[in-house]
């Protein structure tokens, strides 16, 4: 139990179009999903948390407007990489978490290269 | 903010003996641990956890120990093998918001 997946695994993109990575929960209902962001041989780096019906809270530094986050089901949470740039590329991983539950699980992650 | 410290960056040991990873936090309302192992291009995979209220967990050749006066906790895993060798992250969070902060991670080797 407790999969998580990401769609897709790895995209390529040309500067300034928009790319949408989704994150699944596929056999629990996951009631806050977050976002991370890792780039080569670094740690991962919370970019937000995502609750399901509200808004994400998002981490210093990281801006709303160019990630946007929709986390619109129990399973379901999309980040929306806009008018994407070179320095956006790195492995996008999800998390999610169930209802009174530390654990996180986490999804496979996305390759973005924009070029 | 939280801050989590992890040494050392790289780990190299032979096969059989005993790697230790050391991290620290700085908030001292943490109250959950987990370790994740990492291999390049895949998922972090939690290998073991801790809780506050607990000072040592094991797990066959895994094991862990929490240090709150000190907000020292480590990794420590005996007999090593050569599909132990990854990238090794430790984390911390507290009960508020769940985030998980993450140390700098070890490469740990295990040569065979």
């Known amino acids: 139990g407790a999969v998580v997946s990401q769609h897709p695994s790895w995209v390529i993109c040309k500067s300034g179009t928009s790319v949408k990575i989704e994150c699944r929960s596929l056999?629990?209902?996951?009631?806050?999903m977050f976002w991370y962001r890792q780039f080569p041989k670094q740690s991962l780096m919370l970019m937000a948390t995502?609750?399901?019906?509200?808004?994400?809270?998002?981490e210093q530094g990281v801006e709303k407007d160019k990630f946007l986050i929709n986390h619109a089901s129990l399973t379901l949470s999309t980040l929306t990489v806009t008018s994407a740039h070179p320095e956006d590329s790195s492995f996008y991983i999800c998390?999610?978490?169930?209802?009174?539950?530390?654990?996180?699980?986490f999804g496979p992650g996305t390759r973005l290269t924009v070029l | 903010g939280e801050n989590v410290e992890q040494h050392p960056s790289t780990l190299s040991v032979q096969e059989g003996d005993s790697a230790v990873i050391k991290c620290t936090y700085s908030?001292?309302?943490?109250?959950?641990f987990p370790w994740y192992k990492q291999e390049l291009g895949k998922r972090p995979q939690l290998i073991i956890d801790?809780?506050?209220?607990?000072g040592e967990k094991k797990d066959q050749r895994i094991a862990v120990t929490l240090n709150k006066t000190a907000k020292h906790f480590s990794l420590h895993i005996t007999e090593t093998q050569p599909e132990d060798s990854a990238v090794y992250f430790c984390?911390?969070?507290?009960?508020?918001?769940?985030?998980?902060?993450f140390g700098t991670g070890t490469l740990l080797a295990v040569q065979p």
């Open positions: 998390s999610a978490m169930g209802p009174g539950r530390n654990e996180q699980f």
């Open positions: 056999d629990f209902q996951a009631t806050t």
């Open positions: 995502s609750n399901e019906g509200s808004k994400a809270t998002y």
């Open positions: 908030d001292s309302a943490s109250n959950y």
């Open positions: 801790i809780r506050s209220n607990v």
């Open positions: 984390a911390a969070s507290r009960g508020a918001t769940n985030k998980l902060i």
